[in-house]
């Protein structure tokens, strides 16, 4: 140790200046940005975990704050940021004209764009940095189209030549992202938060599903966590955010609607929803009987089969159903108000455990009712749950102190059920914004009417749903597309791109018809001829370029 270092010295510039990091944190959070934003750590404890290099405005915190703006424009019009899972540049560049956001789907990153090469279904088995680096992948095109198109509008000499380039395009629409169920623990989860930040997300939705058995929201088999344990992951992702200085919008989203089973019961909240055995005659559990078949060798159809029965015999039930039979089957205490009493007592909102459910229930009819929810737990130890709407906007509540947004997956585009669950959220917190799913998964001509389809997103935002995307119409899209052309391009040759791709694009000035500007050559030219001192030989958008042959048709093949 140096003879001249002084501990104490240290220590009094290290307080000075964590008391001024506090502060500025402090003042940080007391913005408008945070009024509903709740968090169980303090400004020290943010400070703590910073390092000594600056802390920098990020690209996801510029994005973050344009996103958050055009949010809460939206939700004072009543109206909508509607858009759609992006797959590539291409998507992203034409999206910009129309749309004011973007969304990156799981699903499609899955299947198409996983860092393992490996594509597969919505299970959330792909590598943690899939979707941090498409998000990277899609920030670097949309910074690059930015650049390309301002350096072509500050090159123009005259007005004419800045009209002939049509109006200004903002490519640089906010990204909000799929973060599964974080991809683990909570350790995963800062981690997986802070690959966001550094690929520049202006958001990312975390669901409420186990990391290990996560599913598509529209599969079967979806499993959730206790409540507590999915407000922990959004308390563990904003603190990264704090740590890094990022203004990172959070969306809560809950898959309990349809989910069928729940990891723990050590949540009373979730008690409510827990299905046990209400038939004392049935001793042996279902993971024992299944797997006695399973060893006598039953074959899956068998198993199936015997699950059915066995739960049929057991008489699974929530609580609170088995109660009010219980009432119903006994003429000597037989009272609707009975039941209207323990229902006012133990709803689904009300948080009360099982043992409080079942001493209520004692009170009321002198004696305790069986129910066992261990004895149906599946084979990997989970517990049956019974979601729905009740279910989703309880936790939705539990949820909205710690996002910015929150969303319930459903299975259908039920606007009744829409309306509820918003209705259901904003009694207990009347400020609070709503994402919803506009999901291809669903049957959309089955489901509704074309008139009704096209009101549909208006009719949302008016509920405070302000934004909304169609998670794979990227995919979809693209796949129509392809699909299409390959089909024509077969029977007609190049006819089929003549006339349903290139004069298309002409017709409709699809800036990639001239895909070598697209991409950037001219901008690359004025690179290179700047290091040249003006002139460059090898200039690729020079004389001879293929694309002259489009000057005569459009003006306006955008930059």
Known sequence: MSPSYSAHNEWVAMKQQTAAEVAQIEKWWSEPRWAHTKR???AEDVAKRRGTFPVLKSTSTVMADKMYALLDKHARDGTASQTFGALDPVHVTQMA??????????WQCSATASTSHEPGPDFADYPMDTVPNKVEHLIKSQLFHDRKQREARLSCTTPEQLNALGPEIDYLRPIIADADA????????????????????????MEDQTSTNKKCGHMAGRCVVPVQEH????????????????????????????????????????????????NPEVTVSLADTLAEAQAAGASSEELQELEARWNEKARLR??????????????????????A??????????????????????????????????????????????????????????????????????????????????????????????AYNLSPSFNWPKAMPPHEQETFITRLAKLGYNWQFITLAGLHTTALAVHSFSREY???????????????????????LKHQKWAGAEYV???????????SATAAMGKGVTEEQFNSVTNSARL
Request: glycine content about 8%; proline content about 3%.
């Open 40 to 42: 169980n750590y303090t």
């Open 97 to 106: 004209k129309y749309l004011d956001s973007v969304y990156v789907s799981g």
């Open 182 to 205: 974080g991809h683990g623990g909570l350790n995963a989860v800062y981690k997986l938060t802070k690959l966001f930040i550094e690929r520049g997300a202006a958001g990312i939705h």
């Open 231 to 278: 407000v922990n992951r959004l308390i563990m992702s904003r603190l990264c955010a704090d740590v890094m200085g990022s203004n990172l919008l959070l969306v809560a989203r809950t898959d309990s609607g349809r989910a069928t089973l729940i990891s723990s019961t050590i949540d009373n909240r979730d008690h409510y929803f827990i299905l046990g055995a209400t």
């Open 318 to 339: 929530l609580f609170h159903e088995i109660f009010s039979e219980k009432v119903k089957n006994n003429p000597k205490i037989f009272n609707q108000s009975v039941i």
């Open 341 to 434: 009493n323990f229902n006012s007592r133990t709803g689904p909102y009300s948080g009360k455990s099982i043992q409080q459910m079942q001493a209520i229930a004692r009170e009321l009819i002198g004696e305790e009712i069986y129910f066992n929810w261990d004895l149906p737990r599946s084979s990997e130890g989970l517990y049956r749950y019974n979601g729905g709407i009740e279910c989703s906007i309880m936790r939705a509540r539990a949820f909205s102190p710690y996002a910015d947004l929150v969303w319930m997956e459903s299975d259908s585009p039920d606007f009744e059920e829409a309306r509820q669950f918003a209705v259901g959220v904003r009694e207990k917190y009347p400020h609070q914004w709503l």
């Open 490 to 512: 077969k029977k007609f040759g190049m006819k089929a791109y003549a006339v349903d791709v290139q004069q298309r694009e002409i017709d409709e000035s699809v800036d990639i």
């Open 525 to 535: 030219d004025g690179l290179l001829k700047l290091a040249l001192g003006g002139v």
